[in-house]
């Protein structure tokens, strides 16, 4: 008996002791960079790029594209985009389906009502007195890279992110992450949840008293460079731009008189002048906190923005996004610059990369271009199929919930009828709306349960659909179409091309023109700075990346 205790006890220490060894030796290797800089940018279309390029800075957007592996090919596969959804799957390396994050907000059946992907009221806001940080990333269902990087290095890695917007902060963070901070539109504050932080920093504290989003929402947003010289976009007074309000397209814009309308700070997230705050608030996150001084790798993500919700009053061929971009250009410059004076060059991986994509504006589209598109009218729709299923099934209130792309149907009631079941009302829904003139395809979710791996139009909604999460049918609508509401209005894009540029210690400058999906970039930055790759991870290593 006690030989075999001792032979149990040896065997265990050898397993152990090996994987402690190998924990170590993986995060101790010499060419393992010493910290990890991600810049994500939210509504940014990889052609942003080559189209301002001739006015951007030596040292932002042009050292990237020059110095580093670039991937222009890069796909974002889902149903519906939105920055949630795809910060989710850019860390995770898997799509909602698995993660779980099908958007920025869904509709929960036993609450009754649609709540935000990040909403967790057990936990409470850290850094102002608002319920914006009663948040968490518990929705998240799977492990981010960042997770498996602290789980690794057995908590020593510091991981950090820094978003205008909480679900980008939250989902870049992940599970294990020492902080994620975002901007609380309420208090004007960058802000955090005690699920992260039990004890506020004191260096966010002092950030903090300098108010920034009050300082600047009091100065004008003018140009950087002289209108004239903006000839890569539109006129600024541009007849089918809507503008702030549907009314203010013209500079300078007065951002103030904007916050005084709104009553909030949100007309500030979609300035310049917050991609500034972000990026200030990066720089003295790593002045601050412990990162960079030993041999594990630690890892900081700065999410910007792109006009934010004004992003489609504006859209990509305004001079305010080109202007937006010129700013931006600066601030990523200087972020790079100071990352690589603090811990050395040969010491930090940077990547490039973007949740979300963006969308022309369809009186652009239309007017300009002579486009087959148009707004395709959730209400109408809606309301001409509870007519339909009323007159067919009987008087009830059948459709419990909709939103852009998805229905929810009340199970109680159908499950109290005898007129139909649930998989045949999904089925009669689906068909419904794929008559639609705008609709490109339909499903109905017992089909999507039963698993596909369909390429083509089928993907991203197969990619998307989370049995417990989204709706009984989901759909996708035509090439430039956008979902239109009487009084609603949203950030929409049916644009999945991102760009994934990394660059830095170990990288060697090419262009990738292979085929590749958001959910490449966890497992190539694993294999990158020596973590497993996620068991579940449904990404491909970049391997053009890796060659030397």
């Known amino acids: 008996m006690k030989l075999s205790v001792v032979v149990i006890i040896v065997f265990l220490l050898f397993i152990f002791g090996g994987y402690s060894h190998a924990q170590n030796n993986l995060q101790s290797k010499n060419n393992n960079p010493k910290v990890v800089v991600g810049i994500v940018v939210e509504n940014m279309r990889s052609d942003y790029i080559q189209r301002f390029w001739d006015k951007f800075q030596p040292n932002g957007f042009k050292k990237i594209y020059s110095q580093g592996a670039v991937c222009q090919n890069v796909k974002l596969t889902l149903h519906e985009q939105n920055y949630a959804s795809g910060t989710a799957t850019l860390f995770t390396g898997v799509h909602p389906s698995i993660h779980g994050i099908v958007s920025n907000q869904w509709y929960d059946r036993l609450k009754k009502k649609e709540i935000d992907s990040t909403e967790d009221d057990y936990y409470f806001t850290v850094g102002a007195d608002t ?17 498996n990087l602290k789980i690794l290095s057995g908590g020593k890695a510091k991981v950090f992110s820094a978003a205008l917007n909480r679900e980008s902060a939250i989902f870049a963070a992940g599970h294990a992450a020492d902080g994620a901070y975002w901007f609380d539109t309420e208090s004007g504050r960058m802000i955090s949840s005690s699920f992260y932080v039990s004890t506020f920093p004191d260096w966010v504290r002092v950030f903090n008293s300098e108010n920034y989003a009050d ?14 010289s903006y000839t890569e976009c539109l006129r600024d007074d541009y007849l089918l731009e809507r503008g702030y309000f549907g009314e203010f397209n013209t500079f300078p814009h007065a951002i103030n008189k904007y916050i005084k309308r709104t009553g909030d700070f949100r007309p500030f997230k979609t300035t310049p002048s917050a ?31 792109s006009m934010d919700y004004e992003n489609n009053s504006f859209g990509p061929a305004s001079l305010e996004m080109m202007d937006t971009y010129l700013y931006l250009d600066q601030y990523i410059g200087e972020l790079i610059d100071e990352a690589e004076k603090k811990f050395g060059k040969d010491n930090v991986l940077f990547f490039l990369t973007a949740n979300t994509s963006a969308s022309y504006p369809i009186e652009y589209l239309k007017e300009e271009f002579h486009l087959t598109v148009d707004y395709f009218n959730v209400e109408s729709a809606i309301a001409l199929l509870t007519s339909y299923l009323n007159i067919t099934y009987g ?39 794929n008559q639609f003139t705008g609709v490109q395809v339909s499903m109905p979710a017992f089909q ?6 369909a390429n083509g139009l089928f993907e991203p909604l197969y990619n998307t659909y989370h049995k417990n999460r989204s709706g009984d049918f989901v759909y996708t609508l035509k090439e430039g179409w956008q979902p239109g509401y009487k009084f609603k209005r949203v950030n929409y894009t049916d644009q999945s091309r991102i760009p994934i540029i990394l660059w830095g210690v170990g990288i060697k400058p090419q262009q990738i023109n292979s085929t590749y999906n958001a959910a490449d970039l966890v497992p190539t930055l694993a294999q990158l700075i020596n973590v497993p790759i996620p068991d579940k991870c449904q990404g491909k290593i ?7």
């Open 448 to 453: 999507l349960e039963q698993g596909s791996s």
């Open 215 to 228: 300082i600047y929402s009091h100065r004008t947003w003018t140009t950087l460079l002289p209108e004239t």
């Open 275 to 305: 991609n500034m705050m972000i990026k200030d608030f990066t720089l003295r996150l790593l002045e601050n906190e412990d990162i960079g001084k030993d041999d594990v790798t630690d890892f900081v993500t700065a999410v910007f923005s």
């Open 542 to 548: 970049i391997s053009e990346i890796l060659k030397k």
């Open 395 to 433: 008087e009830q209130n059948w459709i419990e919930h909709y939103s852009d792309l998805q229905l929810y149907l009340d199970h109680d009631i159908i499950n109290k009828s005898n007129q139909v079941s649930l998989n045949e009302l999904r089925e009669v829904c689906s068909n419904f709306i």
């Open 131 to 147: 319920d914006a940080g009663n948040a968490s990333p518990a929705n998240l269902l799977s492990t981010t890279l960042t997770d």
